[in-house]
């Protein structure tokens, strides 16, 4: 006899088998999932397109009448990835004990947001989950194509500067020692600007391992700084002063804060607690201090809406006049969910510019490279040849 048996623990199921007056032959659990969520799963990750599906499927479950445990029990035999799988199963449980439902969620910031977390809890407490939802589908889909937009407009210019730099390094590294020693080995001096090259050059070639290990060491050292808070800190600070970079993280971030605060106005969250949340999603400093003056000293000090955005300069005059007339309105989710959608075209228009200012930048500085190498080599050949002559 073959079967699955759900229970919290191995000893569980041993426990249910003797009163069954079964033995077992074998015992194992199926996926390792049961009962230890997602920490005890190795290398676990949970994508955009796992909180796509997921929260597309929930949405349509719920249209349809299907209660939420039916629904997560539906996802969890759907689900082939161990890592959602564990999750569900979590939620499950949670659920059982009485804890609300986005509880599971907030446990795992490393791959569920602030705003993925409290938009779900503001749905479960006014009802509205199954609009929540259905919003979060389609914010996460929004937010993948614009990432995906944005790193395929950088695949090229990666490639180019990846490929320059491994035929800089073969030249300097083989090609340069050997004719650098084919003109000592004949006696001749080269110029100072060629034998300053070829000394680069010998040094590069007779260090090669040494070097890469340092830059290997360097560039990981680079990953892991710049994912830091410092790191991120800094890293804003240096392409803030890069005007045409600086202009689309600012696009980038005023998009994430119009998108972020119309999902959380609409799911019913407090304005105060909403731009709070908003400021940690634009991913920029300068906005997160903007928007927590506005709502702590500016909305929560009696002042409207709009006047709290007149007093910071971040924000573009555009932006701050359709927030003031929306918000006397009554729309104010809305203007700021239109303005998301204008700022993913400004954000496409401005990757556009910044690919076309930068592959001609890169095409400039590598023929300079390779051609002082060139030039290296010809000067040098050229009165070896005007000598003999």
């Given at each position: 006899m073959e079967a699955d048996v759900e229970a919290q623990s191995p000893s569980d199921v041993l426990t249910w088998m003797a009163t069954q007056g079964l033995r077992p032959v074998s015992l194992k659990a199926v996926g390792g999932l049961q009962a230890t969520g997602i920490r005890k799963i190795f290398g676990a990750s949970i994508t955009v397109e796992d909180q796509v599906f997921l929260t597309k499927y929930l949405a349509l479950m719920l249209k349809v009448g299907t209660d939420l445990f039916k629904a997560i029990d539906i996802l969890i035999a759907d689900f082939d990835k161990p890592v959602m799988k564990a999750l569900l199963i979590e939620i499950r449980d949670n659920l059982g004990k009485g804890q609300p439902f986005y509880s599971t969620f907030a446990k795992y910031?490393?791959?569920?947001?602030p705003?993925?977390?409290n938009l779900i809890r503001a749905g479960e407490k006014s009802g509205n989950l199954e609009k929540v939802f259905d919003d979060l589908s389609v914010g996460l889909e929004k937010d993948a194509e614009l990432r995906?937009?944005?790193k395929g407009a950088l695949i090229?210019?990666?490639i180019l500067v990846c490929m320059a730099i491994l035929i800089i390094l073969g030249m300097v590294t083989f090609?340069?020692?050997k004719i650098a020693q084919s003109f000592s080995g004949n006696g001749i001096t080269p110029p100072a600007f060629s034998a300053a090259v070829f000394a680069v050059g010998l040094f590069i070639g007779g260090n090669v391992v040494y070097i890469l290990t340092i830059l290997a060491a360097l560039v990981v050292g680079g990953i892991f700084f710049f994912r830091s808070d410092l790191g991120k800190l800094v890293f804003n600070r240096m392409v803030s002063r890069i005007p045409v970079i600086n202009e689309v993280i600012h696009r980038i971030a005023l998009q994430r804060f119009a998108s972020t605060l119309s999902s959380l106005m609409k799911a019913g969250m407090p304005i105060i607690e909403s731009i709070e949340i908003a400021a940690e999603a634009g991913g920029s400093a300068d906005m997160k201090a903007a928007l927590l003056r506005i709502s702590?000293?500016?909305i929560a000090k009696g002042l409207t809406i709009g006047e709290a955005f007149r007093k910071e300069p971040y924000f573009p005059q555009v932006v701050v006049n359709l927030i003031a007339i929306s918000e006397q309105a009554g729309h104010l989710e809305n203007i700021l969910e239109t303005?998301?959608?204008f700022y993913?075209?400004?954000?496409?228009?401005?990757?556009?510019?910044?690919v076309s200012f930068i592959e001609p930048a890169l095409l400039v500085v590598i023929g300079v490279i390779v051609g002082l190498i060139a030039l290296s080599i010809i000067i040098p050949v050229y009165q070896l040849t005007a000598s003999v002559g």
């Amino acid at each position: 006899m073959e079967a699955d048996v759900e229970a919290q623990s191995p000893s569980d199921v041993l426990t249910w088998m003797a009163t069954q007056g079964l033995r077992p032959v074998s015992l194992k659990a199926v996926g390792g999932l049961q009962a230890t969520g997602i920490r005890k799963i190795f290398g676990a990750s949970i994508t955009v397109e796992d909180q796509v599906f997921l929260t597309k499927y929930l949405a349509l479950m719920l249209k349809v009448g299907t209660d939420l445990f039916k629904a997560i029990d539906i996802l969890i035999a759907d689900f082939d990835k161990p890592v959602m799988k564990a999750l569900l199963i979590e939620i499950r449980d949670n659920l059982g004990k009485g804890q609300p439902f986005y509880s599971t969620f907030a446990k795992y910031p490393k791959f569920f947001s602030p705003v993925f977390v409290n938009l779900i809890r503001a749905g479960e407490k006014s009802g509205n989950l199954e609009k929540v939802f259905d919003d979060l589908s389609v914010g996460l889909e929004k937010d993948a194509e614009l990432r995906g937009s944005i790193k395929g407009a950088l695949i090229y210019p990666t490639i180019l500067v990846c490929m320059a730099i491994l035929i800089i390094l073969g030249m300097v590294t083989f090609a340069l020692p050997k004719i650098a020693q084919s003109f000592s080995g004949n006696g001749i001096t080269p110029p100072a600007f060629s034998a300053a090259v070829f000394a680069v050059g010998l040094f590069i070639g007779g260090n090669v391992v040494y070097i890469l290990t340092i830059l290997a060491a360097l560039v990981v050292g680079g990953i892991f700084f710049f994912r830091s808070d410092l790191g991120k800190l800094v890293f804003n600070r240096m392409v803030s002063r890069i005007p045409v970079i600086n202009e689309v993280i600012h696009r980038i971030a005023l998009q994430r804060f119009a998108s972020t605060l119309s999902s959380l106005m609409k799911a019913g969250m407090p304005i105060i607690e909403s731009i709070e949340i908003a400021a940690e999603a634009g991913g920029s400093a300068d906005m997160k201090a903007a928007l927590l003056r506005i709502s702590r000293e500016g909305i929560a000090k009696g002042l409207t809406i709009g006047e709290a955005f007149r007093k910071e300069p971040y924000f573009p005059q555009v932006v701050v006049n359709l927030i003031a007339i929306s918000e006397q309105a009554g729309h104010l989710e809305n203007i700021l969910e239109t303005l998301a959608e204008f700022y993913e075209g400004e954000i496409n228009s401005s990757v556009k510019t910044l690919v076309s200012f930068i592959e001609p930048a890169l095409l400039v500085v590598i023929g300079v490279i390779v051609g002082l190498i060139a030039l290296s080599i010809i000067i040098p050949v050229y009165q070896l040849t005007a000598s003999v002559g």
